[in-house]
């Protein structure tokens, strides 16, 4: 697999985005998280909701993980999906989780985006878009509360 040119951040986890929102060096709207999983809202989301679901370690892409690591990661990416789903009011949703630069990885840290549909945009072409960060925490809120 051809894997990101910018794969290895070269100040190491310290400089990989999710690792600073993991550690709270970088602020996110945190929807989910435990000891070893952290779920955040997408800073330009699909979809009023669409969430990020990451394991806590750094690993680029899904192939750095152990089996076991990745089931669980599942796990809890249905579990939110189940939150996210019920606080935005959706109709189904999607898991989206890319590999690699031929598959638009963008973020060199292993995550499965969660993202909820509505009937009426089956079949659109969905642009993303941008909330205000009242919105942001108003939607992450949502979700905590289906989840607690
Ligand atoms: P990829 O294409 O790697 O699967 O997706 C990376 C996702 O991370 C994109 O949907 C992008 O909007 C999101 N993203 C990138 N930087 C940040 C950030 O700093 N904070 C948050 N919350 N999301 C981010
Ligand atoms: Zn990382």
């Given at each position: 697999m051809r894997r990101l040119a910018f794969s290895t951040p070269p100040g190491g986890p310290d400089s990989c985005i999710f690792c600073q929102i993991v550690s709270k060096k970088s602020p996110s709207s945190v929807v989910y998280e435990d000891d070893r999983y952290i779920g955040f809202l997408d800073i330009y989301p699909f979809s009023r909701g669409h969430t990020l679901v990451c394991p806590?370690?750094?690993?680029?892409?899904?192939?750095?993980?152990?089996e076991a690591d990745i089931a669980q990661l599942f796990q809890v990416a249905s579990k939110v999906s189940k939150a996210v789903v019920a606080a935005v009011g959706a109709d189904g949703f999607r898991f989206v989780q890319n590999n690699g630069e031929a598959a638009?990885?963008?973020?060199?840290h292993v995550h499965v985006h969660v993202i909820p549909v509505k009937m009426e945009d089956r079949g659109r072409f969905v642009e993303r878009r941008r909330f205000t960060s009242e919105e942001m925490e108003a939607t992450a809120r949502a979700i905590r509360k289906e989840l607690a």
């Open positions: 806590k370690e750094h690993g680029e892409t899904i192939w750095d993980m152990e638009n990885q963008v973020v060199a």
